[in-house]
């Protein structure tokens, strides 16, 4: 074996990775583990997108670990507060010095003859080749490639006279200020890029295709803050999740049953902040709630800056770039001295890595998600995947507790390797991110892992329903094999309903 063996290999240092390793040492101290990361710092997307006005999509109290309350004013946090916060859980968790970073992973192989994974790295700095072996692999590597994001070709680019920058690969020495800018796209990025510019350009416009859903929220939580001057810190927090924890639920639940009276009220919502100054159809969507993701903006700041005449928005599509901006299918030009195409993120799995069992490569495309932390098929491996329709973490936190359950299952058993066995050929066609139809996640499809059609198999993306699961349903669920034997399906413990509740919604 190589002399870099580890128990539990982590590629990945962002807020799942640390969060996986900050688990690690507290629900299972005797594992020996090492994460990988490509990039010379923590912090996953926090540390790499560096965009003005970088910021969270989902409330900080919900975002933030169970394990380790964010006490922060500020429900909506800037990119370096969240960055902040992920270093200094590692610092608390001892959790730093088993990060090794420069290195980008290229392929992770298992053999059923060892029992282990062997998984080859690429120093970035030197082109040296690294080694590892481990007993179990972690994927913490987030769904999109760091490399690049997603930019359509659009006609006559280059002829454009000015800067065209992706926010994925900002330049920290860009000048915009009274410069005429067009952002393409209706995004969380385009949203926060937006009002964040318009207090320095001579002008900012947002170019969309079709209008987005979007929803107000104030940056800092009065209520919050009234239960943090009245009651324990730790009282305060949890009864503050408990609320975000049901809200977004709500939201998210009656945009599935009752559509129409959704799409009324986040409209409405948005009439009342623009005042009737602004043409509401460039905020009128085509698509139900919640079919894409909701954008939250942050104090308003968006309608604000458009009703100051300091940003506008145009709904169209790009006939060409000119050498002074931009020409719409309608005819008219937008003048531009810098181009920001916020048009999306490019899905990658496991950070690009080749996955080989036993010698035959892995179609993560041909494989079901099991209880979307493993993969049908493949041995002692997990992946840790947040939410897509409420915080990331709150899905991250379970996964990471799930996997730790089952380490701690396999040692009380003496059992070596673990496999989840699809025998009921439960396949469909959605992919694990099947409820969202976003264009990155349609131009992913041969990328995915599927889901299943019932069972351990289907992707709830429902908190409440997932935390019953992952915390308190049997390891031994007739679905796994343990070292070529798939026990029968123990009988699932009457915990009824409240426990699973209080869990979800006040912690484990």
């Known amino acids: 074996m190589s002399e870099q063996h580890v128990d539990v290999l982590i590629v990945g240092a962002g807020v799942s990775g640390i969060g996986m390793a900050c688990h690690l040492k507290r629900e299972c101290p005797g594992k020996s583990f090492t994460i990988i990361e490509r990039r010379e710092s923590l912090g996953g997307t926090w540390d790499l ?25 500020k429900v909506l946090a800037d990119g370096p ?49 690294v080694t590892f072996t481990a007993s179990f692999l972690v994927g ?64 900012i416009t947002m170019l969309q295709r079709s209008p987005t859903y979007l929803m107000p929220l104030p940056s800092r939580d009065a209520v919050a803050l009234g239960l943090q001057k009245v009651l324990p810190a730790n009282v305060a927090y949890r009864l503050t999740r408990a609320r975000n924890v049901s809200i977004a639920r709500l939201l998210f639940n009656r945009s599935r049953k009752n559509p129409k009276a959704m799409r009324r009220l986040f409209l409405a919502m948005v009439r009342r902040q623009l005042d009737g100054k602004v043409d509401m159809r460039h905020f ?30 145009e709904t169209d599509h790009i006939e060409r770039f000119t050498k002074n901006g931009i020409l719409l299918k309608s005819g008219k ?28 490569p892995v179609t993560l495309r041909d494989k079901v998600i099991y209880k979307n932390v493993m993969v049908e098929g493949v041995p002692n491996a997990g992946m840790i995947f947040g939410y897509t329709n409420i915080s990331w973490t709150l899905k991250a936190d379970i996964a990471a507790e799930y996997l730790c359950r089952l380490f701690n299952h396999m040692d009380s058993k003496g059992q070596s390797v ?91």
Request: glycine residues 12%; aromatic residues 10%; contains cysteine.
């Open 49 to 73: 997108f560096r965009y003005p006005g970088i910021r969270s999509d989902s409330d900080m109290y919900t975002f933030g670990y169970n394990f380790r309350p964010w006490t922060g004013g």
């Open 418 to 508: 673990c496999i989840p066995r699809d025998t009921g050929d439960s396949r469909a066609g959605d992919t694990m991110m099947g409820g969202l139809d976003s264009g990155y996640i349609r131009r992913a499809d041969d990328k995915l892992p599927r889901q299943g059609t019932h069972g351990p198999w289907k992707v709830s993306q429902n908190y409440l329903e997932d935390v019953k699961t992952l915390r308190f349903e049997p390891i031994e669920d007739g679905y796994l094999e343990f070292d070529g034997r798939r026990p029968v399906q123990q009988t699932k413990p009457k915990r009824g309903f409240m426990r699973p509740l209080r869990s979800a919604l006040f912690g484990s």
């Open 333 to 360: 030009e937008l003048e531009a001295d810098i181009i920001i195409p916020a048009t999306g993120l490019d899905i990658q799995m496991l950070g690009g890595m080749d996955l080989v069992v036993d010698g035959h």
């Open 284 to 313: 009128s969507p085509s698509y139900n709630p919640w079919d894409q993701r909701l954008c939250v903006v942050k104090d308003g700041d968006l309608f604000e800056s458009i009703k100051a005449g300091k940003a506008s928005v």
């Open 140 to 203: 913490c590597t987030g769904y999109y490639n760091y490399d690049a994001g997603y930019k359509p070709d659009f006609p006559g680019e280059a002829d454009f006279g000015g800067q065209i920058v992706h926010p994925q690969h900002w330049p920290e020495d860009l000048d915009y200020t009274g410069k005429r800018v067009v952002v393409i796209g209706s995004g969380a990025t385009a949203i926060t890029l937006v009002p964040t510019m318009a207090e320095k350009t001579a002008h």
């Open 81 to 129: 507060s969240i960055k902040q916060y992920v270093h200094d859980t590692a610092r608390e968790n001892n959790v730093e010095q088993h990060i090794q970073y420069g290195l980008a992973v290229v392929s992770a192989e298992w053999s059923g003859a060892d029992k282990c994974w062997t998984l080859t790295a690429r120093k970035e700095a030197t082109g040296e080749t």
